[in-house]
């Protein structure tokens, strides 16, 4: 990285906010300089070397945003928990599908997929103790009951988005 600035910032649009990359980009709208990742390469013209172990993450969420003010290093693993992948979203959830609470005492990790798995809805299977899962989806009448239901891990967010056209109102 001889050279550091020449031509870097020429292809940058300084705005209030995100500083747009108009060089070339990856296929994720990623900028790319000199073969390395532009938004890698403002942090370090900025603050110096990344440390070993650790990615650079959007605060932004822009993927073409080098504000070396809306980077921070961090591990792989905060990085992909911060994002809005399958991974990220399963992470997130407190409750299993049939509203029991995650925690320490009633989850356990399936070593072979990495998978949480719900103690008290594994106990219940194929027994007269199964979970019920919550309420069905023709007793959810409101957006409001349709959001609730899906913060419980009661419908998917493919569902949530299949059913979602039900509740809202059109703006015509």
Not at 97 to 106: K, P, R, T, V, Y
Request: net charge positive; aromatic share 10%.
């Amino acid at each position: 990285m001889r050279n550091m600035r020449g031509g870097f910032w020429d292809r940058v649009e300084k705005g209030d906010r995100c500083w747009i990359w108009f060089g070339p980009k990856d296929q994720s709208g990623y900028g790319r300089y000199q073969n390395v990742p532009a938004h890698r390469y403002a942090y370090i013209l900025e603050f110096g070397p990344i440390l070993d172990g650790l990615v650079i993450d959007h605060l932004c969420r822009n993927p073409a945003c080098v504000n070396p003010w809306h980077l921070e290093p961090v591990t792989a693993r905060v990085n992909i928990l911060r994002g809005e992948g399958v991974g990220a979203g399963n992470a997130r959830k407190t409750h299993c599908i049939n509203g029991h609470l995650f925690d320490e005492a009633n989850t356990y990790i399936r070593k072979d997929r990495y998978q949480r798995m719900c103690r008290t809805c594994h106990r219940g299977v194929g027994t007269m103790d199964a979970p019920t899962k919550g309420p069905s989806l023709s007793s959810i009448s409101t957006e409001e009951d349709l959001r609730d239901a899906l913060l419980a891990g009661w419908v998917s967010v493919q569902e949530f988005v299949r059913i979602l056209p039900r509740y809202t109102r059109s703006s015509v």
